[in-house]
Nanobody, 125 residues
């Protein structure tokens, strides 16, 4: 059983940056592709970014327009989401997730097997 713990969320002004971290334990980190999803208030959970097992393949939601960067440190069993140029529409609970079946990561929420508890990101205008 894999445990995932997100951190790094908080309150930030529009135009600011945050770096989310997701520390994992209980499994072989390099066996999992990793993803970040978010759930804005009153909306469904949506894909943000994914990264393959080796860290060389990444995928992003189209709406990000290059503002976010996903990365992973396989030595630290941790995946990151660097978020720049934040705007109020980025306000959401951000979740990391682990996918044991695909090598390069997936956009699909149902593909992921393990989830963290989420971290709140609030962007003020």
């Amino acid at each position: 059983q894999v445990q995932l713990v997100e951190s790094g969320g908080g309150l930030v002004q529009a135009g600011g940056s945050l770096r989310l971290s997701c520390a994992t334990s209980g499994g072989t980190f390099t066996s999992y592709a990793m993803g970040w999803f978010r759930q804005p208030p009153g909306k469904e959970r949506e894909f943000v970014a994914a990264i393959g097992r080796s860290g060389t393949t990444t995928h992003y939601a189209d709406f990000l327009k290059g503002r976010f960067t996903i990365s992973r440190d396989n030595a630290k069993n941790t995946v990151y989401l660097q978020m720049n140029s934040l705007n109020p529409d980025d306000t959401a609970v951000y979740y990391c997730a682990a996918d044991r079946d695909t090598r390069f990561g997936s956009h699909y929420l149902s593909q992921y097997d393990y989830w963290g508890q989420g971290t709140q990101v609030t962007v003020s205008s």
